[in-house]
């Protein structure tokens, strides 16, 4: 596996989460992704609202080959073998007080509690692979979400399989990929002030 290098100050958590493809085809245990949802539930939100909401199916469960069928062929064939497939879901609203008004923030916070996630999973032994590869219309349709609430993504979760398991062309990818340099996506100042703004 190639390693990534990063500021020795930066969480050695935060460099070992990557996103494979290859799983070993295990379920994943209910307990361990309840600790991995608590986890999600600790990040940010405005208002503390918590918008993020998690749809799942664990390997071989009533849901599986219906959450697999929702995502386009690609990340199935892969993402057959994950321990569990969830998808992520904002409340596009923030209903306080028997009032509903837009939220900014929903897709924002839903992203800060997929990366707490990807983190509790890495902790745990597992990984998590993000993806927007799925048909959201379907995705909608079946899994009967509101049209006030996004679906994000799904996630495969699982832990680590042998590469030789997929196919041919996407084993030599089946490493950390690397991070563009800081200077390249941030600037004091202006957009303008960016690299290419």
Do not use: C
């Not at 990040?43 to 918008?51: D, L, M, T, V």
């Not at 209903?95 to 992203?111: Q, V």
């Not at 909608?140 to 979400?145: H, I, T």
């Not at 950390?176 to 202006?190: D, K, T």
């Amino acid at each position: 596996m190639t390693e990534r290098t990063a500021d020795p100050r930066i969480v050695p958590l935060i460099v070992d989460r990557w996103s494979p493809r290859a799983f070993d085809g295990t379920a994943l245990p209910t307990a361990d992704l309840a600790v991995i949802f608590e986890a999600a539930a600790l990040a940010p939100s405005a208002f503390n609202y918590q918008p993020w909401r998690f749809l799942y199916a664990t390997h071989g469960d009533a849901h599986w080959q219906q959450f697999l069928g929702l995502l386009v062929p690609f990340n199935a064939g892969w993402a057959q073998s994950a321990g569990a497939l969830v998808f992520v879901l904002s409340d596009t609203q923030m209903r306080i007080g028997g009032e509903a008004k837009p939220n900014h923030s929903h897709s924002f916070d839903a992203g800060a509690a997929w990366a707490m996630l990807a983190l509790q999973a890495t902790a745990l032994g597992y990984h998590a692979h993000g993806m927007t590869g799925v048909d959201f219309d379907k995705a909608r349709a079946e899994l009967g979400v509101p049209d006030d609430f996004r679906i994000e993504a799904a996630v495969a979760i699982g832990r680590k399989g042998d590469p030789a398991s997929l196919p041919e062309g996407l084993r030599d990818r089946e490493v950390p990929s690397g991070r563009n340099p800081v200077a390249q996506f941030s600037a004091a100042g202006l957009f303008a002030d960016l690299p290419g703004g």
